[in-house]
């Protein structure tokens, strides 16, 4: 038989080794969820700062894209550029009846162009023995891009509807444009449509059925203005 003193050592033995198991796991759970809070608390700091960046750099994109020169800037400085065949002619702002949207009446003007805030139009003709053409060049500022690319849609389907033309290429301008020809009885018109921006520029080139308008008359002339529209 075992003694009894031998058998309460024993047992003080035991329980002496549990009190110090469960001290242990009592540690252990705790640092384990001290861990797992440390590693979460990063990921709900860091995502606003995201969200903001994301916003802070999509706003400097929209005011970069809002282009502020002057249309009679962009024609004067267009024209200049011109061979010396090009007899020049003055750059006139666009009619009032395109910038008021009512009527002295109050009555809604159709002709009145949603966004706009100015726009010019200047008028060049080339004289080269029986080279005879004339440009005529338009551009519109509006307000925002989504102003002019409503304005660029609507006129472009206004040709597309009224047919009656054959396309021309405008792969090589930079802009978005729609480039077409028409030809009357007496005159060939080639003429370009883009959108740059919130800019909208229109450029026409017409000679008689005499003399032979090329693509590169109507191409070289756009890319010219449209590198001065920025």
């Known amino acids: 038989m075992v003694a009894k003193g031998s058998l309460k050592k024993t047992a003080a033995i035991i329980g002496g080794i549990l009190l110090v198991l469960l001290v242990i796991g009592a540690m252990g759970s705790g640092s384990a969820k001290n861990s797992d809070s440390d590693t979460k608390a990063p990921e709900v700091s860091t995502q606003p700062q995201t969200e903001t960046s994301s916003q802070n750099e999509a706003s400097v994109q929209n005011e970069v894209s809002v282009i502020t020169t002057p249309t009679k800037d962009i024609l004067g400085a267009w ?34 162009i949603n966004g706009i805030v100015e726009g010019s139009k200047q008028t060049v003709t080339k004289v080269s023995g029986n080279d005879n053409k004339q440009s005529v060049a338009t551009v519109y500022r509006f307000s925002d891009a989504n102003s002019a690319e409503a304005y660029y849609l609507n006129k472009t389907n206004e040709v597309i509807q009224r ?23 007496i005159y060939d018109i080639k003429e ?39």
């Open 79 to 112: 024209s200049q550029q011109l061979p010396t065949e090009y007899r020049l002619g003055t750059v006139d702002s666009i009619g009032n009846d395109s910038l008021t949207p009512s009527k002295p009446n109050g009555d809604a003007n159709p002709n009145y």
């Open 163 to 185: 047919r009656g033309y054959s396309e021309v290429s405008t792969n090589s301008l930079s802009s978005r444009c729609f480039g077409f020809e028409t030809k009357t009885q």
């Open 192 to 230: 370009a449509i883009c959108v740059k921006g919130n800019v909208v520029f229109d450029l026409k080139v017409s000679g008689t059925m005499y003399v032979d308008v090329s693509d590169s008359d109507l191409i070289d002339n756009a890319k010219a203005l449209e590198k001065l529209i920025k």
